[in-house]
């Protein structure tokens, strides 16, 4: 092992010796307080122990770990964990400004703080009403806060069936008419939703306004970003959706039995 090991240290005192030919490197050597013209492999790692040694304070620690959480930050593919591991290290970083001085340091996340811990909030009521929606509340009103505001008179056509689908509409006031099967929406109901989970995004009915009114909108794009800072929703929001579409059908069962039930019953004809 002895031989082994002389001759491994041989080689790095060959290549320190190589890199203090290097100006540049020389000015590093000179800077960490050792001589170009007189160091070895040993005296740099010992000389590189001091420094880590001498910079091992508290303050140093926690700018360490606030490091270590935002590498970390990079590596998670949902937001509710991004957002606390964004916190945990933005808290370290501001207990390292404070304990080294850097005002600058302080302040930046002492400010990311609190918005990220806003930010963290929003998406965990997201969350919690989602799942209120989900077990039974249809309402979607936690939406609200995503959506944008638009009026109708009577008359006007929100969307035709076959047109280009890119957003879902929730009724605030007024009526609105489904015209392919002849159903009144009134407030709290949603619209156009279904044309999020058709493959060519396409609308499946025509919906018209027969009652001046106002509805929320949001954009499918918005919908899939909410959808991918949280994966949870999607699922939320698929178990509604599906809700919504065996209303349908079974609004077009008790139509087609109605039906029935009014035709008169076939008679046989003799002679």
């Given at each position: 092992?002895?031989?082994?090991?002389?001759?491994?240290?041989?080689?790095?005192?060959?290549?320190?010796?190589?890199?203090?030919?290097?100006?540049?490197?020389a000015?590093?050597?000179?800077?960490?307080?050792?001589d170009?013209?007189?160091?070895?492999?040993?005296?740099?790692?010992?000389?590189l122990?001091?420094?880590?040694?001498?910079?091992?304070?508290?303050?140093?620690?926690?700018?360490?770990?606030?490091a270590?959480?935002?590498?970390?930050?990079?590596?998670?593919?949902?937001?509710?964990?991004?957002?606390?591991?964004n916190?945990?290290?933005?808290t370290?970083?501001?207990?390292?400004?404070?304990?080294s001085?850097?005002?600058?340091?302080?302040?930046?996340?002492?400010?990311?703080?609190?918005?990220?811990?806003?930010?963290?909030?929003?998406m965990?009521?997201?969350?919690?009403?989602?799942?209120v929606?989900?077990?039974?509340?249809?309402?979607?009103?936690?939406?609200?806060?995503?959506?944008?505001?638009r009026r109708?008179?009577?008359?006007d056509?929100?969307?035709?069936?076959?047109?280009?689908?890119?957003?879902?509409?929730l009724?605030?006031?007024g009526?609105?008419?489904?015209?392919?099967?002849d159903?009144?929406?009134?407030?709290?109901?949603?619209?156009g939703?279904?044309?999020?989970?058709?493959?060519?995004?396409?609308?499946?009915?025509?919906?018209?306004?027969?009652?001046?009114?106002?509805?929320?909108?949001?954009?499918?794009?918005?919908?899939?970003?909410?959808?991918?800072?949280?994966?949870?929703?999607?699922?939320?929001?698929?178990?509604?959706?599906?809700?919504?579409?065996?209303?349908?059908?079974a609004?077009?069962e008790?139509?087609?039995?109605?039906?029935?039930?009014?035709?008169?019953?076939?008679?046989?004809d003799i002679?």
């Open positions: 092992m002895e031989p082994l090991h002389a001759g491994l240290s041989t080689i790095l005192d060959r290549i320190v010796d190589r890199a203090a030919d290097n100006l540049r490197i000015k590093i050597f000179i800077q960490m307080g050792l170009p013209n007189n160091i070895t492999s040993d005296i740099l790692l010992n000389r122990q001091e420094i880590v040694l001498a910079n091992i304070t508290l303050a140093n620690m926690f700018a360490l770990l606030g270590t959480f935002f590498v970390a930050t990079l590596l998670m593919r949902t937001m509710v964990p991004l957002r606390i591991a916190m945990c290290g933005s370290f970083f501001v207990a390292f400004g404070a304990l001085g850097n005002v600058a340091t302080f302040l930046l996340y002492l400010l990311l703080l609190p918005i990220n811990a806003l930010r963290l909030r929003q965990l009521n997201l969350i919690k009403k989602a799942r929606a989900a077990a039974g509340d249809m309402s979607m009103e936690w939406l609200k806060p995503f959506m944008t505001e109708y008179r009577h008359g056509r929100l969307f035709k069936k076959g047109d280009l689908a890119n957003e879902m509409f009724t605030v006031t009526k609105f008419l489904v015209k392919e099967i159903v009144e929406l009134p407030p709290g109901r949603l619209m939703e279904l044309g999020f989970l058709t493959p060519n995004k396409s609308r499946t009915a025509t919906v018209e306004c027969i009652e001046d009114g106002q509805v929320l909108s949001i954009t499918y794009d918005r919908l899939l970003e909410i959808y991918f800072q949280n994966p949870q929703f999607g699922y939320y929001f698929l178990v509604l959706t599906s809700q919504r579409l065996m209303e349908n059908i609004r077009l008790t139509i087609v039995e109605h039906q029935q039930a009014e035709r008169p019953p076939a008679t046989d002679g």
